[in-house]
């Protein structure tokens, strides 16, 4: 019975391959929700236009494709592939994708992939976002234009049927093809906000611009900035951050509400190619949320309310993109970069890289966070440009459940079920059905041995970890459980 459990808790491990899809590589990935209502939340993905496959939604669970659209090739670049809400209220995030070659913005039905409608532009769509009003279904799709050079055109469409709603008369000059946006309405018509970089290459003309979602027009900005990167939060207060590498401050916020700076640093480790905020992990005693800054292969926590660091994650190859997600005790970053996903804690006192996974292709470009009744912490859906397999999950986790083993009979109905799992200092029984149960841990060492009747309740103490419960009755491993401090 040892045996047959460790083999089960081997397959099981965390960070390990889920499943992979899609034989063409593709280059970016959205959360697409619980699409097929299986507890999992799916998978939108596009590739390359030069690839020409087209668009996808893969099952979250099984990486199997739900829908495919072939009606554009593929999306210009990964930033221009984004979900923009329920435009059609379905109930289903629809999606928007923007292509180069023939330039155009396309809004598809997240349900099943029918064209919502289809806006030819005149210039290449480099970067997607939306602006959220005060209605269900009220969307502002957000757009950067590219001229081929470093002027961008900046405009929205109306997410219900594509037709401009506003535009920026004059072309932008900056190097960045990005924008930032806050579901916060800042200035109270209804409406989220964006922000992006002007003129990267000028310190005296370079600046940080905040604009109303719904009219482009500006409401914050901060001038004499010389290669700014920016960021915009959405909660508990909406701030702008700004890093660059003119004179001092080389980072610093601003409330957006009240106008005034929270905080400002001048030590040059905080100037980074990226800034992203992250949600409040200090907890109540801090409004601010916080932030991580980022590039090439070092990511620095920053503190919110002060701007306080101490350490920073150094990589061993240059980052792809990041985000953060929450377990039962701790705050984990995921950074990914060309070749390897890492799943650390985030900390900022000796931050480490591991644990860390190699990918099943080198050439890694965008990731999504899905959220599973099945796991306790998401699923890293990635998408990788270049050799199959285009897309990969990333379990981070060990699945709630053990699934059924078909080769070995098992009861109709468990013997004994959990009290809960996380439990703390042990594991709390409850059997339904006489049970000698055998618990083991993570190498399959026998910890446990207890009879029970019907009906009966324990409580079997023990020390963190990850355990199995197997009934001796049925000879088959049917339980896990964790146990916390």
């Known amino acids: 019975m040892i045996n047959a459990l460790f083999s089960v808790i081997i397959f099981l491990g965390p960070m390990d391959i889920e499943w992979t899809a899609l034989a063409t590589g593709q280059i970016s990935v959205e959360c697409a929700g619980d699409v097929n209502g299986d507890g999992t939340e799916d998978c939108f993905t596009a590739a390359s236009e030069y690839n020409g496959s087209g668009v996808f939604c893969l099952d979250g669970l099984t990486g199997e494709i739900l829908w495919q659209n072939d009606t554009i090739p593929g999306v210009w670049l990964t930033d221009c592939f984004r979900t923009v809400g329920d435009v059609n209220l379905d109930g289903i995030q629809d999606l928007a994708a923007g292509t180069g070659l023939t330039p155009s913005i396309t809004l598809f039905s997240g349900a099943d992939g029918s064209i919502i409608w289809s806006s030819p532009q005149e210039h290449v769509v480099a970067y997607i976002e939306k602006s ?100 915009l939060s959405d909660s508990p207060i909406p701030c702008l951050a700004v890093s660059h590498f003119g004179w001092e401050p080389d980072i610093w916020v601003d409330n957006l509400l009240v106008g005034i700076t929270v905080w400002s640093n001048d030590e040059a480790d905080f100037i980074a190619q990226n800034l992203e905020y992250i949600p409040n992990i200090s907890g109540p005693e801090s409004p601010y ?75 890694a470009t965008d990731l999504c966070l899905l959220e599973s009744d099945q796991f306790p912490t998401p699923l890293v859906c990635v998408a990788m440009n270049g050799s199959s397999p285009g897309v990969c999950a990333v379990r981070t986790s060990w699945q709630v459940q053990i699934e059924e083993n078909e080769n070995v009979p098992i009861y109709e109905e468990a013997s004994i079920k959990l009290s809960s799992s996380p439990c703390i200092g042990g594991i709390g029984i409850f059997c339904e059905v006489s049970a000698e149960i055998c618990v083991v841990d993570i190498t399959g060492r026998s910890v446990a041995d207890i009879s029970m009747t019907d009906g009966e309740e324990a409580f079997i103490e023990l020390p963190p970890g990850v355990y199995f419960l197997g009934d001796r009755n049925t000879n088959t491993p049917f339980q896990r459980a964790i146990v916390l401090d």
């Open 132 to 231: 959220d009003g005060p209605n269900p279904g009220d969307v502002i799709v957000l757009v950067l234009g590219n001229d081929g050079s470093d002027w961008c055109y900046f405009y929205g469409l109306n997410g219900q049927n594509g037709e401009p709603v506003w535009s920026d008369p004059y072309p932008i000059s900056t190097l960045d093809e990005w924008m930032k946006v806050t579901d916060v309405d800042v200035n109270c018509n209804g409406w989220s906000e964006m922000g992006f970089s002007i003129d990267r290459g000028s310190v005296m003309s370079g600046s940080v611009s905040v604009r109303d979602g719904y009219t482009g027009e500006s409401i914050y900005g901060c001038g004499t900035c010389y290669f700014p990167t920016m960021d």
């Open 289 to 363: 949320p916080e932030l991580i800054a980022w590039g090439y292969d070092e990511a620095t926590l920053i503190m919110g309310n002060q701007g306080n660091y101490v350490d920073s994650y150094a990589f061993p190859s240059g980052i792809v993109t990041l985000d953060v997600f929450q377990d039962t005790e701790n705050w984990k970053l995921v950074a990914l970069t060309a070749a390897n996903l890492h799943c650390p804690i985030l900390t900022l006192t000796d931050p480490q890289t591991e644990p860390s996974i190699p990918l099943p292709s080198s050439s």
